[in-house]
């Protein structure tokens, strides 16, 4: 699964990165953490890419209550064209949420030794994810989820599942509103390749969410 992650990429380099019209004012985050808002982009009507702030945790369009659990902060790629709470998005609400990497835990003895994982260029990466938009009596509430995938070789010693990392070639094609049979994008939900990413122990600190800043993502070296 994903449960925290980094988004630190200027407004500016996003733009660049993900063919923005206008750079995103934003503060860099090193510990996003579950129903706290993110930065994902997707696609308006007018066909043009725009950055949204959706909070996360996926509140389908049909709950009776804007309450969104841990369970969908992550969709499962290979039942999320079927499972109520996302097949709708899968097929005509998809976003884009960038990365500068995520973090996830290994099971040491009695303890979980936290680890960083980004991307080994140093580009932003485009995470897969779902939206929707949850309205009831003016209320208007927008959230989202990331898809996750089984795990590539460099992240199966740590855990047995990933986010979903879209190749760069592919992001045009996750977005694209026209296409909403899920057959068709099924082939893109595939871990990513290994070399495109790095991975180091960190300290405990990520543990907590009212920790923020880069000094999360500094290397410590484990007991022998």
Known sequence: MCGRFIQCTSGERLAERFQLSTAPRLTPRY???PSQPVGAIRVIPAGQREFAALRWGLIPAWSPEPRTSYSTINARAETVA?????????????CLIPADGFYEWRRVGTR???YCIAPADGQALAFAGLWERWER??????????LVTTTNALIAPIHDRMPVILDPQDEARWLDPTLTDPA?????LIPCPPERLRIWPVGTAVNATRHNGPELMAAVTLPS
Do not use: H, M, W
């Open 82 to 94: 079927d499972k109520p709470t996302y097949r709708q998005a899968f097929r005509r609400r998809r």
């Open 137 to 146: 009596d003016g209320q208007i509430l927008e959230s989202c989820t990331i």
């Open 31 to 33: 510990n996003v953490a």
């Open 112 to 114: 979980k030794q936290p």
């Open 184 to 188: 068709d994008l099924k082939p893109l």
